[in-house]
């Protein structure tokens, strides 16, 4: 069965303080991983895209690493902003007809001031 | 705007009672998706369509559930005899669907979801 686990469900960190989030998938036939970040009440936005070849990708404070071989990806946050309190979603895209997108549970991070 | 934009934002209802979605996509893309979302969970695969073809559908989409796309473009998703279940976030998503290769990301962009509750 296609599935992608987060670790942690939820977390909490102080402003200016570094995380990392976890992922990890049984998806096949493997295309990408994405990362997402969703505010409350908005859809999902795409952080990151890795292929089968990248093993890391940064945007800005955020940078996504992949391990094709464990079937693991991190997400690290530098120098956390209030701001970047949201669900962070990881998602897995199959190489099929549909391109359908597996996606985990995210993990909620909240940081306070 | 040119993103994708879904209607109404909220919808409040009673079981019992239809309700009609609707999302407009992006204009030149060719692929629109809808998407479930519970409280605290991610998105789950509900159907597709390809221009206005309906590719696939998951097995959450349950007969009371019926989703259109007549002209190719925005796409409407009904849901008959609501039921208190039902209640969550319905996401719809557009991507352009290339001739693939390994550059090919087929990148989903997702509108801001509407919000169903049934009383």
């Known amino acids: 069965k296609n599935q992608v686990e987060q670790s942690p469900q939820s977390l909490i960190i102080l402003e200016g303080k570094n995380c990392t989030l976890q992922?990890?998938?049984?998806?096949?036939?493997?295309?990408?991983l994405r990362w997402y970040k969703q505010d409350t009440g908005r859809g999902p936005v795409s952080l990151t895209i890795m292929t089968f070849s990248e093993n890391t990708k940064s945007n800005g404070r955020y940078t996504a690493t992949l391990d094709a071989d464990t079937k693991q990806s991190s997400l690290h946050i530098t120098a956390s902003q209030l701001s970047d309190s949201a669900s962070y979603i990881c998602v897995v895209q199959q190489r099929n007809a549909g391109n359908m997108l597996t996606f985990g549970g995210g993990t909620r991070l909240m940081v306070k001031p | 705007d040119t993103g994708v934009s879904q209607n109404p934002r909220h919808k409040i209802t009673k079981r019992g009672q239809n309700v009609t979605f609707r999302c407009d996509p992006i204009?030149?893309?060719?692929?629109l998706y809808w998407y479930r979302q519970t409280l605290g969970q991610g998105p789950e695969f509900l159907t597709y369509?390809?221009?206005?073809?309906?590719?696939?559908k998951s097995r959450l989409l349950s007969d009371r559930f019926s989703a259109e796309r007549p002209k190719g473009s925005f796409s409407t998703l009904e849901i008959q005899r609501t039921e208190q279940g039902d209640s969550a976030m319905y996401l719809c998503a557009s991507s352009l669907a290339s001739s693939g290769g390994a550059g090919s990301y087929n990148e989903q962009f997702f509108g801001p979801g509407t919000r169903l509750t049934v009383l």
């Open positions: 369509f390809q221009n206005e073809a309906q590719l696939e």
């Open positions: 992922c990890n998938y049984t998806v096949s036939p493997f295309s990408n």
């Open positions: 204009s030149e893309h060719n692929r």
